[in-house]
C-alpha cells in the first residue's frame, strides 16, 4: 500500500531520517517506536507530502504521494493540533470533514452514535475547537479521522492525551479496524499500548531503522530492553535489585 | 515588584516580533516619530491656531475645552490599540508573589503605553509655553494635575471598558456615534460642551487645593479596577460558550460542497477576533468618498481612479492581503484533507470577490454625485475581481508567517513581512501605473476601458488562472507549511 524508498530528509545538514527500503502491506497495523528526535513525525509528514524529502520517495497505491492528490481520497490522519479548525465547533469540524467526504449529516449522527465510548459532551457543546483541553482536542481531531472511514489512517501519538477510558477505547477501535482490513500508521511513545495494537513494528533512531520486527508475546520485553533506562541512577537502582 | 518590570522588558525586547523583520521595525518607528513629533508641534503651536481659528478667546480656556474631544476620542482609540498586559502575567500566578500585588503591578505596567506618551506630548509643551509663564502657580500645578488625572483616568477606565463592552461590540459604535456627534455639535456651534467643560475645568484649578478632587476620582477608579482585575484572575469564562449561537446559512447549504467551503471561509472572518474586527473597521473607509469626491476632484482622472480602486476593494483588502496565511494555523488540514487544490483556491476566491461585490455595492450610491463614478467603480471591481484578486493570491504564497487570528486588532503588523511591501501593496498601485503609462501616450480617456475589461478577462478565464495559482501553490507549500509551523 505504502513504500518508502531511499527516503532522506535533512534540516541544516543533519539527517533526522534515512530509510532505505520500508513497504507497508495492505491492512498492515504498524507500530512506530523511538525517543524524541528518532525521526517519527518526519517520517509521517513525509507519507502525507507536508514536507518535502531531499532524496527518495513515498509511494502510496503504486503512485508518488509528492506532486499527487490521489491519496487524499483514501487516506486520512491526525497528526497534532495542526489539523484542526480551531474557530469551529467539534461537530462543524467532522460535519465539515464529512462533507468533504461525501458524508451528510445523519451520517455524521450515526457515527458518533457508534462512536460515543470516545468523547464526553464537551465535544458536543458549543465551544470553538481552540478552547478545549488538548484532550477533546486530540479527541476531536482523531474522531475526523476515523469518520471518513479511510483505507489508510495516520495517527501521531494519538494515545498521549487521552485518559485511561479513551485509550483503551482507541486499541480496541484500532484492533477492529486492523481486523477489516484498515491501513493503520501510528507512533506512541507508549510501547504497551503500541504491542497490543500492532501487528509490526518499526524502531527508530536517529532517522534510521534500527529494527523492524512482527508483533509476538514477547515483543514487549524486547522493546522494553531496548529503551532501558540509563544513566548514574539507573545503574544504582539495579545495582540495588 | 522592579523584577517584573525587567521581565516584562525582557519580554518585550526578545519577543520573536523585533527579531522577524528590520525592515518593518524601521517603518514601524518612523511612524511612532511621526506621531510625537505631529503631537508635540500641535502643542507647541496651539496657541497660534487657537487664535486663527477662535480670535479674542482666551487660549488656555479654547484649549482646554479642544482637550474633551481628544479626551473622548482617546477613550475609543485605547479600546482598539491599549492591550491589556494581563496575559503575560499567568506564569507568575503559581510563584510565591502575592496576589494583590500583581495586579496592582498590572495596573502601574499599563500607564507604561505609547498612547499615554502622546497625551503627555499633547499637554506638556503648551502648559511649559503658555500656563506656567501667564498664571499663578497654584493654577498651574492644578491645571497640570488635572490633565494628568485625565490620562490616568482614561487609562484606568480602559480596563472597564475592554471587560464590559468587548463582547459586545454595537456598544462601542454607539460611543463612536456618540463622539461624533458631541464633535459635531461643537464644531457647528450647536451644542457646547467643551465651554461647559472648560469651564468646570477653571473652576475646579482655580480653588487653592483643587488638585485633590480629580486625584480622589482617579484613586476610586484605580480601587474599582483593582477589584476587576481580581474577580478576573479567577474567572474562567465559561459563560462564553453558552449563550453562543450558530447560524445556519440555509441558502449556502444549497450550493453543496462549494457552499460548505464558502461558510467555513465567512465563519474564520466572523469568528476570529482579529479578522473580524478589522474588516468591521473598514467599514469605516467606506465614508472616504464623501472626502474624495468634490467638485474639484470629479474632473481629476488619477483621483477617481484611486478613488474606484480603494473603495471597491476595502473590505476584501484585509482577507486578500492574507489569503493563505489566514489558514496558517491549521494549513496542514488543508494540504492534507481530501479537497482538491482547486476546491480550495476556488473558495478563496469567491470570499474576495464576494467581499469586492459588497464594497462596490454599498459605494454604489456615490454615484448619485456624478453617474461617471458609477461607470468608473464598475470598471475597478471588475479589475479588483478578475485581476488584483490572483495577483495578492501570487504575492501571498510568498508570505510564510501564520496569521495570528486571535490577535489585536488595531496596528497589529502580526503576518506582514518584507514580501508584503514588495508585493502585495505595489499591485494595489498597479492601474495607476498603468494609467499613467497610457495617458503618457496619449490614450489617458481608454484606461478605465482597459482596466474594465482586463478584469472581465480574469474572471472569465478563472479556470486557467486557479491552474496557474495551484502549481504555484504545489511549489511553494511545504515552503509555506514550514513557515507557518514556526510561532
New interface residues.
Partial sequence: MISLRNLKKKYTGNTVLNIEQLHIEKGQCLGVVGNNGAGKTTMLSLM?????ANEGEVHSDGKPVA?N?HW??Y???Y??E????????PM?FLE??G???GKNKSDLEDFLQANSGFYQEDIK????I??LSAGNKDKTGILAALF?NPQVLILDEPFAHLDPTSQSWLKTRLRLLHRQGTTIIVSSHDLKHITEVCNRIVLLEEGVIIKDISATEDTLNQLEEYFKAKGVFAEEFENEK | MIELLIHQWKEKTRSPFWQKSIFLNIILGLLGLYFILNFVIISFFADKIIESVYPGKEVTVVFSGLLLYYFLFEIILRFFIQQLPVVSIQPYLLLAVKRSQLIRYTIIKSFFHFINLLAFLLILPFFFKIILPAYPGTFAINWLFIAFSFIAFNNLLNFSIKKYFSQKPWLIAILLILVAGVAYGGLTERLSITEGFSGLWMAVASLQLGFIIPLMLVFALAFFTFHILKDSFYSDNLSKARNRKTLEWSLLDSFGLQGDLLKTEIRLILRNKRVRNQTLMFFFFLLYGFIFYTDTNLDKQFVMLFTGLFLTIILASNYGQYFFNLDGQFFEFYITSNISMEDYIRTKYLMFGLLCFVSYIITLPYALIDPKIGFINTAMVLWNIGITSWLFMFACTYNKTAFDLEGSTFMNYQGTGFTHFLGVLPVLFLPLFIHLIFRWAGFGEYTIVFLGIMGLLGIVFHHFLISLVKAQLKKRKFIMAAGFRKK
Fill in positions: 502525507l507530502d507536508i514536507i518535502r506532486g492528490e487524499k481520497q487516506t486520512t490522519a497528526l497534532n495542526r489539523f484542526l479548525i480551531p474557530f469551529l465547533s462543524e465539515y470533514v462533507k468533504l467526504n457543546s458549543r465551544k470553538y481552540r478552547e471518513p
